[in-house]
């Protein structure tokens, strides 16, 4: 991929999906086995799901051109954190992992006009959130 490039252009939905390709890509760079992308059930959607040693780890990337509105992890509020808990539970469920240890972490992703993009991974950023 080629760095310095202009993300002025891109689409919201287009710099979501940049975001979540680089955010797969620094995962698989460490060690993550990716096993869904954009899972959707009845509950609603989660951007990846991944093998980290045995824990399926939830993730959720959130893309910005700039932190200008804020820094994009801040984007991960109560109501989608309630939200990514009951598609994590269709998940588990669904692929009869419900006995695995799981997490959820978020990957903020800054992608700033002629810069390399800057990738920030925030490793069990919250817990379960009830309903």
């Known amino acids: ?15 979501g999906r940049l975001g979540e390709k680089l955010g797969a890509r620094f995962l698989r760079r460490r060690g993550y086995r990716i096993i869904a992308r954009n899972y959707t059930c009845l509950a609603g959607e989660v951007d ?7 824990s399926v780890v939830f993730v959720e990337v959130k893309t910005r051109r700039d ?9 991960v509020n109560f109501r ?4 990514l808990t009951s598609v994590a539970k269709y998940f588990l ?5 419900q006995h695995r240890p799981c997490r959820f972490d978020v990957i903020a992703v800054v ?4 810069c390399k993009p800057e990738v920030e991974h925030f490793l069990d950023a919250f817990g379960p959130t009830p309903r």
């Open 1 to 15: 991929m080629r760095w310095g490039r202009a993300y002025a252009g891109l689409s919201q939905k287009q710099l």
């Open 48 to 54: 990846l799901v991944a093998l980290d040693e045995d």
């Open 67 to 75: 932190d200008a509105a804020g820094h994009p992890e801040d984007a």
């Open 80 to 83: 989608k954190r309630r939200q």
């Open 93 to 97: 469920l669904e692929t009869g992992n």
């Open 111 to 114: 992608l700033k006009d002629g």
